[in-house]
């Protein structure tokens, strides 16, 4: 509630807050993130962050409808894609190649079909789509089939839910209010995400605002993080006795129940 109630009170600020027209009318986004921290603890099983706001004006809105995009982009890195062949009967790794960059996770969410609110061309340019999201450049020199790994690397994270393209997931109010609820999964990847809203006419992207979110880990999970990190011996000691204390609970748990 305290969402929808700053986002009417932003949108008859705006819509009272007008300056003279210009030749060419211009829009702008004034959004803002109902989380810019999230911890992962033990207990953590996803989180959702709503990207709420408002388009502001300085003369009427163009004709042509307002399309309304946001992207939620995780930590990148590099992946190495294998395919498996079957050699002699049995399947195994039989070529592989490095992806430069790939994001951990991303969503697309919008409120209209993306082909229709979206050029290739400026989708090239900011990257918004899926495959774009995707970099592969020196995959080239690794297989002369290299875009057959990238499409594999896409179909796999589509299926696990790790890319996603949500239609019609944008809230778009009077072309002036919009907001966006984007689900994050329990395996998230630790670091910075990026989120990026882009207002678009005819294909064309008129306006586009960045925000992040700090996803770090708390408590517990924390300190173990940094203890394998910092002093890899202590830790692997600490695990190894962990377990060993684990066995004997189980082994005498076990002979007091038989007994």
């Known amino acids: 509630m305290r969402v929808r109630a700053f986002l009417v009170a932003l949108g008859v600020a705006l819509m009272g807050a007008g300056v003279p027209a210009q030749d060419v009318p ?11 921290r999230i ?18 004006r300085d003369a009427p809105p163009p004709s042509g409808p307002l399309g309304v995009i946001v992207t939620v982009e995780g930590p990148s890195g590099k992946v190495i894609v294998r395919r498996k062949d079957r050699v002699w009967g049995i399947w195994i790794n039989d070529a592989s190649v490095t992806i430069d960059s790939a994001p951990s996770f991303y969503e ?8 229709e609110i979206l050029s290739g061309t400026e989708d090239l340019r900011h990257r ?9 450049v020196g995959a080239t020199s690794e297989s002369e089939d290299a875009a057959a790994f990238s499409d594999a690397l896409l179909r796999v994270r589509k299926e696990d839910g790790t890319y996603r393209l949500a239609t019609d997931a944008v809230d778009l109010s009077e072309e002036t209010l919009f907001r966006a609820d984007v689900d994050l999964p329990a395996n998230l990847t630790e ?19 960045e925000q992040l979110i700090d996803v770090r880990k708390a ?5 173990l993080f940094n203890l394998s ?19 004997w609970a189980a082994s005498e748990a076990f002979r007091r129940f038989r007994a």
């Open 26 to 36: 211009q829009e702008t986004i004034v959004a803002g993130l109902s989380q810019s």
């Open 39 to 56: 911890a992962i603890t033990a207990n953590f099983d996803g989180s959702q962050i709503i990207v709420y706001g408002a388009v502001k």
């Open 108 to 115: 697309v969410a919008t409120n209209a079909p993306i082909d």
């Open 128 to 136: 918004i789509t899926v495959p774009r999201a995707i970099r592969a």
């Open 191 to 209: 670091g910075d995400y990026r989120v990026r809203m882009f207002l678009t006419r005819e294909g064309k992207i008129v306006d586009w605002q």
């Open 219 to 223: 408590g517990l999970e924390r300190f």
């Open 229 to 247: 990190q910092e002093q890899p011996l202590v830790y692997g000691v600490l695990a190894l006795a962990l377990a060993a204390l684990a066995g």
